[in-house]
């Protein structure tokens, strides 16, 4: 069925350093994605989001690019810093505000 | 910044127990959504309203899950029984309106353990 899935489940980068979390989509006809960042005991946190119309959006430190060719998305967080390490989730819109999250990557940054 | 409230924060239960969830959305928003989040996966989405009104339960399972929202404001999840398999997260959020260029602005969750 239509999923959204993450390629690395873990991901370990030193301070200081950038980021790239990837994301594959399966359903062509998506328009509309999010990452959201969820730090432990809480609930997912709104970072950035991105349409189908466009190829990249950048906000502060973070960066999406979407590549409908190969249905993939990937979040690039700048200079990541110790409070970046959270399970960060992309998310799917399918209409009506439902959306359809993949299985999340773990983000480790050392110190 | 205003925030989605839920309580209790962690709910221990045994199975065949009933179990209830609060959650206070952000005022103003009329769209308010259930998510239950297995560990070390996703948010998977159960219900969702429109004010008062269900627009979405098809993942809800009905045969023991609940959710209420009368006054289109606070809502409640409840399960009666609840199995072992219901342990998990169980998130509220909630949006200005039903449309992608209103984003979801997610509590901070009930940890249900079932015993």
């Known amino acids: 069925g239509e999923s959204v899935g993450l390629h690395l489940p873990t991901l370990s980068v030193q301070e200081g350093d950038n980021s790239i979390i990837n994301c594959a989509y399966s359903n062509s006809a998506s328009d509309y994605f999010i990452w959201y960042k969820q730090e432990s005991g809480k609930g997912p946190q709104f970072i950035i989001d991105?349409?189908?119309?466009?190829d990249k959006r950048q906000g502060q430190r973070v960066t999406v690019l979407l590549n409908k060719t190969v249905k993939h998305l990937s979040l690039q967080i700048a200079a990541t810093q110790p409070g970046d390490s959270a399970v960060y989730f992309c998310?799917?819109?399918?209409?009506?505000?439902?959306?359809?999250f993949g299985a999340g990557t773990i983000l480790r940054v050392k110190s | 910044e205003a925030e989605v409230a839920q309580s209790p924060r962690y709910k221990i239960t045994e199975k065949s127990q009933a179990v209830a969830f609060w959650c206070d959305p952000i005022?103003?928003?009329?769209?308010l959504y259930w998510y239950r989040q297995i560990l070390g996966q996703g948010p998977e989405l159960l219900v969702q309203?429109?004010?008062?009104?269900?627009?979405?339960d098809s993942q809800l399972p009905k045969d023991r899950f609940s959710a209420e929202r009368l006054k289109g404001v606070d809502s409640t999840l409840k399960i009666q029984p609840a199995e072992l398999g219901d342990s998990a997260m169980y998130l509220c959020?909630?949006?200005?309106?039903?449309?992608?260029?209103?984003?979801?602005?997610f509590g901070n969750g009930t940890r249900l353990t079932v015993t």
């Open positions: 991105i349409r189908s119309n466009m």
């Open positions: 005022s103003g928003h009329a769209t």
């Open positions: 959020a909630s949006s200005l309106r039903p449309r992608f260029d209103s984003p979801l602005h």
């Open positions: 309203f429109q004010d008062e009104s269900v627009v979405d």
């Open positions: 998310a799917e819109n399918k209409g009506g505000n439902k959306l359809v």
